[in-house]
Structures are given as structure tokens and as C-alpha cells.
């Protein structure tokens, strides 16, 4: 597992000692950021069950700015803090040991420009993951969230302000891109009747 392309391209990453994490892998990390755009200079990144960190240290090698990496796993979290040293990324990085909830997100500082959101298939589905982030409000106008999810698992067309943009198979895992809308200007209420001032 490595990153795939930036200022630390081809640097690895270490990966989970036993079978409970799944990390994304570095052929749909490629994939994902092809279609984000190769760059995201100055962005702001939330990485929900963030496992080894991957996504959002590939982020910052981009040139995100900073990353927020959320998950209730004791190894994900040593796993998160120990690659983001190895790659001399720890300024840029806040790693939260916590489960990926309201409760836990109303301590995360946002909004965010991209959100990754990778939950244990059993978890959490799409359509759960989009309304946490419409009721905590921590994506930001016109902001992207990416969701992975079994592809037996529908993913919703839209949610509240949020718009499916793409969607991308991998054998048993789908990834679905979704794009926060800014809200819409109302026209002006006219002065008067018949446009009397």
C-alpha cells in the first residue's frame, strides 16, 4: 500500500496486522482522485473510519491542507498517527479516537471540502452517512463527499442538498461521489403590485 501521487508519491504505508481493518485499495484510491482532480490545493479533508489513513494522507500529498481522520479502532488510530510521522505529515493531521457519530462530530472543527466516508459494510449504509453529514453541517457549500459501500447497497440519488455526481464499481465495492449544492438565490420579491415601486 502506497501513495499513489504528490510530494510523497511511492512512499508506503503500513497496513493492519490482522483481518479486522479494510484498507482502501491503491488501484481505487487512483480511481477516486482521477475523478476528485488530481490536485486539491488548499483543501480541507474529513476522513470518517479512517483505517490506516490512507485516503486522507493521499489527500495531503495532493496538496489538501489539512486532515481530520476519525475512527473507534485502537489500531486504525496508532495506525493513522504512525503514517502521518512516517510522511512528516503530523502538523497537518488531527487523528480523533471515536466512534463516527453526532455526538462524536460536534467535537470536529469544519467545514470540510472533502469528506471520505469507508464504514464496516455492516455499519453504517450510504443513505446513514449522508444524513449525518446534512445534521452535523460539517460539509461545505458545494463540498464533495465519497462513500464506500457494498454494492448490494443502494446508494441514494439525493439527500437533502446533497447530489450523486458518479458512481464507480470495484468487484463487491461501489464508490459513490456526491457533491453538497450551495443554496439558490431567491428572486427578489417585486416592490409593489403590477411592479409599482
Not at 18 to 43: K, S, Y
Not at 135 to 151: M, S
Amino acid at each position: 500500500m502506497r501513495i499513489v501521487a504528490g510530494t510523497a508519491r511511492g512512499r508506503a504505508l503500513k497496513g493492519p496486522r490482522g483481518p479486522g481493518l479494510r484498507p482502501t485499495a491503491d488501484r481505487v484510491r487512483e480511481t477516486v482522485f482521477n475523478i476528485l482532480g488530481q490536485w486539491l490545493d488548499g483543501q480541507v479533508v474529513l476522513d470518517l473510519f479512517a483505517g490506516t489513513g490512507a485516503l486522507a494522507l493521499e489527500a495531503l500529498s495532493r496538496g489538501a491542507a489539512r486532515a481530520v481522520l476519525v475512527d473507534s479502532g485502537r489500531e486504525a488510530v496508532r495506525l493513522c498517527h504512525e503514517n502521518a510521522a512516517e510522511l512528516g505529515m503530523t502538523d497537518r493531521v488531527q487523528v480523533v479516537f471515536a466512534p463516527v457519530d453526532a455526538k462524536s462530530l460536534r467535537r470536529v472543527r469544519g467545514p470540510f471540502d472533502l469528506v471520505f466516508a469507508d464504514p464496516p459494510y455492516a455499519a453504517q449504509t450510504p443513505t446513514q452517512i449522508l444524513e449525518l453529514l446534512c445534521n452535523t453541517g460539517l460539509l461545505a457549500p458545494a463540498g464533495r463527499l465519497v462513500v464506500e459501500h457494498d454494492k448490494r447497497v443502494e446508494s441514494p440519488e439525493a439527500l437533502a442538498d446533497l447530489r450523486r455526481e458518479d458512481q464507480r464499481l470495484f468487484g463487491d465495492t461501489s464508490v459513490s461521489f456526491y457533491r453538497r449544492e450551495p443554496p439558490s438565490l431567491t428572486p427578489e420579491e417585486p416592490h409593489g403590485h403590477d411592479g409599482a415601486p
